[in-house]
């Protein structure tokens, strides 16, 4: 394994999930309605990733690590690459710039909190719940 390969992850990592979150696959454009529903209940987050971004893959393994959602919180997945129509929905639908990687919360069916790249922190976002 490269060091490139061991501190950023290789794209058969991706493969291997040892996540505490139960990610909710975000494939299709209605998905966003169901999340604006059930973000009035409780609060939810996409996570939105680029699989060919060595930094979005470091950030996803990074808040895998230190998150898990016992939270009391959906968590929603987005490959923005196969689904950047979904990407660019996100950023209308709730009015925050499109970033990669990037977390947004919702609550209330609105944009509770949004951060992208090393700005990506657990901790905060469990403060935000």
């Known amino acids: 394994m490269s060091l490139f390969s061991s501190i950023f992850g290789s794209s058969e990592d991706l493969n291997v999930s040892t996540s505490k979150i139960n990610w909710i696959p975000l494939t299709f454009m209605g998905?966003?309605?169901e999340i604006?529903?059930?973000s009035k209940d409780k609060p939810v987050f996409i996570f939105k990733h680029s699989t060919r971004?060595?930094?979005s893959r470091f950030a996803l393994k990074q808040f895998e690590n230190e998150f898990d959602t016992t939270n009391n919180v959906d968590a929603y997945f987005l490959d923005l690459l196969e689904y950047r129509d979904i990407s660019n929905a996100?950023?209308?639908r709730f009015n925050v710039y499109h970033q990669s990687p990037q977390l947004v919360l919702i609550k209330e069916g609105k944009a509770a909190y949004d951060v992208s790249h090393d700005a990506i922190?657990?901790?905060e976002l469990k403060g935000k719940l």
């Open 53 to 55: 971004c060595s930094i």
């Open 31 to 33: 998905q966003l309605d």
């Open 90 to 92: 996100i950023a209308s």
């Open 121 to 123: 922190n657990a901790e």
């Open 36 to 38: 604006i529903a059930f």
